[in-house]
């Protein structure tokens, strides 16, 4: 967005650019006080309803005695975030990949994705909770059918978005390409996979958080430790306080995994697509 | 285009050479297959460039005169008749590297430099040397005006600086041939104008023969040597008229009693196709 002033008759030249210097400064900080604000008002609100309301701790707890567990059980948290972590990101690593050889091959051989993607899309829309106990019986109780269960939640999204970022090529750059008398792998690397990147990463970008959606609802149907198990055994004790903080260590790693993803797209995808012009 | 073009399989036997034109086409015809009906894309045409010509395409939408480039370019194989690329078929010309293409749109490739969009070519079909004497990517940027942009990217050029780039790409390797498919039309008319001088001088500092594809009476008259008239449904050639007026040109020309004479000539014969 670009700002402009019209300059008024009675200012000079610097009179007005100091003052617009100063209307976007200000500006600027607005813009990062007042989210800031928006959570402290929530904040606030939260902790007048349950003191208002007198509302038991094993219901709903206060903003403070979550923050209090937060430090508390610190230790616990993070010992449990760590093997969701690795399940999340295996699954990540794992359907990406997959999906990324699978978009390769389809378009490479069109019987293929003619014969196979109503398949995909059928398993795609049985949902991650059916899913789920399938896998473990497959799998067993350990890492795997969690890891299994992220990664089929990235496959369909990349997949889709690969397939579609590899063949939506610039019509003419394709001629281009036929003129040059490239070859198919040379179109494939020279021109396809690079038209296929912005694609490919808004694909990452979803699967990032929804990479750890899959694995703790995996862990609800079988684990121990792991955020999913915690947020079980905190429901089932009634300890509000620990399941609050369990959701806000999961969400907060989950905007990590996110913020990477996107600083990897900003270091990878430095051009605008050709059809922003 | 809605047409789905059928490649058929050709021969690769050239038919005898014609030493001294670049382009010959003789009675050639293109169909397109579509779900509602077959088109006729071109229909008996026949014309001749001499080496080193300079031929405007003229007509209206649907003439199929960027299908005849495309024929030429061997990116469409023709349904009949014969065309001949520089001695050769066109598919032997374009494996010779013998032609350059410049798009209606850039098509230059969003994620590479203006230098690096020139060095394409460079990089792939048989990944081909530069042969010696020949001007480099550097240099070609700097024929088209572009000195200093070479390491920006295509988003952060206007789009005649765009047009340039892709003009510098397909000069890349001396092509005896260059074929231009509306390049400046969706620029505006201040940097077309601007474009049109520069090509002509170009052509002349390069010697390559030019066929150039444009609905625009005065381009298709300042640019051409040429100017081959199509007329639309079905394709076809209305007439084709030489230009005499001098090599070096100016747009100053526009305003000439001759130039005013030719381009009447053209609309009248532009007239009877519709």
Known sequence: MTLAAAIPPDATVSEAEESFRRVRRRAQLRRRLLPLLGIAVFLGLWAALVYLFKVPPFVAPSPLLVAQTLVAKGDVLLANLVPTAIEALSGFLLGNIVAIVIATAFVHKKTLEETFFPTVVLINTIPVVAKAPILVLLLGNGMEPKIAIAALICFFPTLVNMVRGLEAVNPQAMELMRVLSASKRQVFFKLRLYNSLPYLFSALKISASTSVVGAIVAEWIGSNSGIGALIIQATYSFDSALLYATVIVASCFSMLFFLCVTMLERLIVRWQPSNAH | ?274
């Open chain 2, 1 to 274: 285009m809605a047409a789905l073009a059928m490649a058929e399989p050709r021969d690769a036997d050239a038919p005898a050479p014609a030493a001294s034109s670049a382009v010959g086409c003789r009675n050639l015809s293109v169909r397109f297959v579509t779900e509602r009906r077959t088109v006729t894309a071109l229909e008996n045409v026949s014309f001749s460039v001499e080496n080193g010509g300079f031929l405007s395409l003229l007509g209206p939408s649907g003439c199929g005169k960027s299908t005849l480039l495309r024929v030429v370019a061997d990116l469409i194989a023709p349904s009949s008749g014969q065309m001949t690329v520089l001695g050769l078929s066109p598919q032997q010309a374009r494996l010779q590297r013998a032609l350059g293409f410049v798009f209606q749109d850039a098509a230059l490739l969003p994620w590479r430099t203006a230098l690096q969009n020139v060095e394409l070519p460079l990089e792939v079909g048989g990944r081909p040397r530069l042969p010696a004497g020949m001007p480099t990517p550097r240099e070609l940027l700097k024929l088209v005006g572009l000195e200093g942009w070479e390491s920006s990217f295509p988003h952060e050029l206007s789009g005649g600086m765009r047009q340039r780039v892709s003009i510098a790409r397909a000069l890349l390797g001396g092509p005896r041939l260059l074929l231009m498919d509306e390049p400046f039309g969706a620029l505006d008319e201040i940097t077309r104008d601007r474009l049109n001088e520069e090509l002509r001088r170009i052509w002349r500092e390069t010697g390559t023969t030019i066929l150039f594809v444009t609905h625009s009476v005065y381009e298709a008259l300042f640019l051409g040597e040429q100017v081959l008239v199509l007329a639309a449904n079905p394709g076809r050639v209305a007439a084709q008229v030489d230009i005499d007026l001098p090599r070096d040109r100016t747009l100053a020309i526009r305003e000439t009693p001759a130039f005013m004479r030719v381009a009447t000539r053209l609309r009248a014969a532009l007239g009877g196709t519709e």
